[in-house]
């Protein structure tokens, strides 16, 4: 026995196309869009066994695309070095409905000149939606750089901002 954790695989139809939603029976280990990934997985068929937490995440997101959930409870475990995990967990911070620029995600994480780590690690983050890498955008208020697609970007900000009790008619042009 090798000590590493079988990985079961899911799959969700969202608004905004296939969810492949990966986890062991303690954890997530990836929310992807199956179209927008650079290196598909080689199966689309689910796991025959899908275990509790990926079953949860499956909910949460129904929810989450219902308009009834603004905030997740899931249990995930981010891969990556300390700098990146940082930038991942400071991406959890921003509030549903709301934006920040990559300027302001590197001040918070207490390095303005890391600008372009912070954009490609925003860009290698594999909880899609549940860590709101969406909510990240241009300094000028523009739609950049969104791993699932420029489009799936727009769509999940004005469906939060539809849902957030806002009073703003657009987010962004």
Known sequence: MSGIPQEFTAYYESPVG??????????????????????PSPKFRPSEFVPEVVKVCIQQLKEYFAGNRKDFDLIFKHKGTDFQVLVWHTLETIPYGKTISYLELSRRIGNEKAIRAVGTTNGNNKFTIVVPCHRVIGSNGSLVGYGGDLWRKKWLLEHELKYSGGFQTKMFE
């Open 18 to 39: 296939t969810l492949e939603i990966s986890g062991t029976e303690e954890y997530l280990t990836s929310i992807l869009f199956v179209e927008a990934q650079k290196r």
